[in-house]
T-cell receptor
Framework: SQQGEEDPQALSIQEGENATMNCSYK?????LQWYRQNSGRGLVHLILIRSNEREKHSGRLRVTLDTSKKSSSLLITASRAADTASYFC?????????FGAGTRLTVKP | DVKVTQSSRYLVKRTGEKVFLECVQD?????MFWYRQDPGLGLRLIYFSYDVKMKEKGDIPEGYSVSREKKERFSLILESASTNQTSMYLC?????????????FGQGTRLTVV
């Protein structure tokens, strides 16, 4: 079964607004990662947060992790039309990696 | 630059054919993965491998097999293709261990079984 579940399934915002996506997972993890996929392409890694970390920043991205609730959130600040894509969380537990169904983000100019 | 290359971008096969999807990575990664992606279902793990000749079933291995004879190459085999295997197939690789597990993906193979 899939490990991660993203929420919401789809999100539509205006350029300049912030976008928040959430991910819940089921079992213990080593790391949680977020990936982005532009239409019909392979996935690109955005950010990794280790299980002993609570928050991480990278440019306009902020990721939080709450292992007690088995959940994570991805915040994209000051969104741009170019951020339009699908975003996936992935959990890895040593040698496997499982993804959720993703959040489809649309940023309107 | 890390590169994961899948042999075909688009593929059309007939029901009952044996289909080979090839994936090659150039980063000396131990881990390799095959996923299928369907609308609304995200990426589902078919098989993964953490070493040459080693393979582990993922969540949906039925109807598929894999081969890893060399570290850089991981092949997905559809023994007898069926229409419900029409999908986007994604290959990925990553380092072994717990610290830097970032996965690198190929561009995907869109397989249509008719």
């Amino acid at each position: 079964s899939q490990q991660g579940e993203e929420d919401p399934q789809a999100l539509s915002i205006q350029e300049g607004e912030n976008a928040t996506m959430n991910c819940s997972y089921k079992t213990s993890i080593n790391n949680l990662q977020w990936y982005r996929q532009n239409s019909g392409r392979g996935l690109v890694h955005l950010i990794l947060i280790r299980s002993n970390e609570r928050e991480k920043h990278s440019g306009r991205l902020r990721v939080t992790l709450d292992t007690s609730k088995k959940s994570s959130s991805l915040l994209i600040t000051a969104s741009r039309a170019a951020d339009t894509a699908s975003y996936f969380c992935a959990t890895d537990a040593f040698d496997d990696m499982r993804f959720g169904a993703g959040t489809r983000l649309t940023v309107k100019p | 630059d890390v590169k994961v290359t899948q042999s075909s971008r688009y593929l059309v096969k007939r029901t009952g054919e044996k289909v080979f999807l090839e994936c090659v990575q150039d980063m000396d990664h131990e881990n390799m993965f095959w996923y299928r992606q369907d609308p609304g279902l995200g990426l589902r793990l078919i098989y993964f491998s953490y070493d040459v000749k080693m393979k582990e079933k993922g969540d949906i291995p039925e109807g598929y097999s894999v081969s890893r004879e060399k570290k850089e190459r991981f092949s997905l085999i559809l023994e007898s293709a069926s229409t419900n295997q029409t999908s986007m197939y994604l290959c990925a690789s990553s380092s072994f261990g717990t610290l830097n597990t970032e996965a690198f993906f190929g561009q995907g193979t869109r397989l249509t079984v008719v």
